[in-house]
């Protein structure tokens, strides 16, 4: 009894050994491994992907907006440039116009419109109005050919402008006379404390003198 217990109790640990050893490599009772899942061709990009650097895309964009600005004081100063040869070109055709209307007034015999058109209400011509009317009452035709002017001299909140003249007269007696000079007409700009009159192109100066024909 006691020998078929002990083959029993050596017939039952066999068993618990098999039981709990591990199966044989390749066997049947082997449990086969499950293949790694294969990533999905439609996954999501990975986050580690190099994206592009939040400071270069800042350069890149202050170096736009720098060459945007840089064009626009160009085109600024373009437009500036030409505004201010325009408003020169207005400036000398206003002190053209002047000195029209000052021959015109002296070739009517409107000899005091014609003094006031210089600067300090006359007082530039160094005559009083009598004196500057019986300059002029000697001619019975007094025609002049503006030139071209030249360009504004400016400085000091100045401005001057020179224009040519030829005068073609009639001396009361009916002989003829030339003068032949400049005629240099100033204002001043407009900068604080200069009147409405200061700023309006007067005459300045005159050196018409008599040419023989």
């Known amino acids: 009894m006691k020998a078929d217990r002990r083959r029993g109790i050596v017939a039952l640990a066999a068993v618990a050994v098999t039981a709990c050893s591990p199966p044989a490599p390749g066997g049947n009772d082997a449990v086969t491994e499950r293949p790694a899942a294969r990533p999905s061709a439609k996954s999501a ?29 160009v085109a600024g100063a373009t437009i500036a440039d030409k ?47 009598a004196d500057f009317a019986a300059s002029f009452a000697k001619f019975v035709d007094y025609r002049a050919d503006i030139g071209t002017p030249g360009r504004v001299d400016s400085g000091a909140g100045q401005r001057y402008v020179t224009v040519p003249v030829s005068v ?16 240099v007409l ?28």
């Open 83 to 129: 505004n201010a040869q325009e408003s020169g070109g207005q400036d000398v055709a206003a002190a053209v116009a002047v000195t029209q209307a000052y021959f015109s007034a002296i070739n009517r015999g409107d000899y005091r419109t014609a003094w006031h058109l210089w600067e300090r209400d006359g007082a530039a011509s160094g005559m009083s109005a």
């Open 186 to 213: 100033h204002r001043t700009a407009a900068i604080d404390g200069a009147t409405a009159a200061q700023q309006r192109w007067h005459i300045y100066q005159s050196n018409l003198r008599p040419r023989p024909d």
């Open 168 to 183: 073609a007269a009639t001396l009361r007696d009916g002989r003829p006379a030339t003068l032949k000079g400049d005629v």
């Open 45 to 73: 990009p990975s986050t580690s992907a190099a994206l592009p650097d939040t400071d270069d895309r800042v350069t890149s964009t202050e170096r736009s907006s720098n060459s945007a600005d840089a064009a626009g004081r």
